[in-house]
């Protein structure tokens, strides 16, 4: 099993920006794959940003796009997610995601979740 734990969530302005962290602890060795995901109230859970733990190839939804950064530190066994430019339709509860496989976009596909993160973003 592996565990994740995410922190940094917050209340920011609109333009303003936010970092969110991820430490995973537990079978880490097996995740081939980390990511970020969002749900907003009333909407489903969608894809945010994906990094491969080996390596620092990086995938981002277009919503945020040259916007958020999603990079990982292994000696911390942490994936972070830098939020630039927010917009009140960045607000959501933040979850981060573990894969044992390079999965798809969908949630389903993924093994593992923390509990979440709420992200405000005033206008």
């Known amino acids: 099993q592996v565990q994740l734990v995410e922190s940094g969530g917050g209340m920011v302005q609109a333009g303003g920006s936010l970092r969110l962290s991820c430490a995973a602890s537990g079978r880490t060795f097996s995740v081939s794959t980390m990511g970020w995901f969002r749900q907003a109230a009333g909407k489903e859970r969608e894809f945010v940003a994906r990094i491969f733990w080996s390596g620092i190839n990086t995938y981002y939804a277009d919503s945020v796009k040259g916007r958020f950064t999603i990079s990982r530190d292994n000696a911390k066994n942490t994936v972070y997610l830098q939020m630039s430019s927010l917009k009140p339709e960045d607000a959501a509860v933040y979850y981060c995601?573990?894969?044992?496989?390079?999965?798809?976009?969908?949630?389903?596909?993924?093994?593992?979740w923390g509990q979440g993160t709420q992200v405000t973003v005033s206008s």
């Open positions: 995601a573990a894969a044992r496989n390079v999965p798809g976009f969908a949630p389903e596909n993924w093994d593992y």
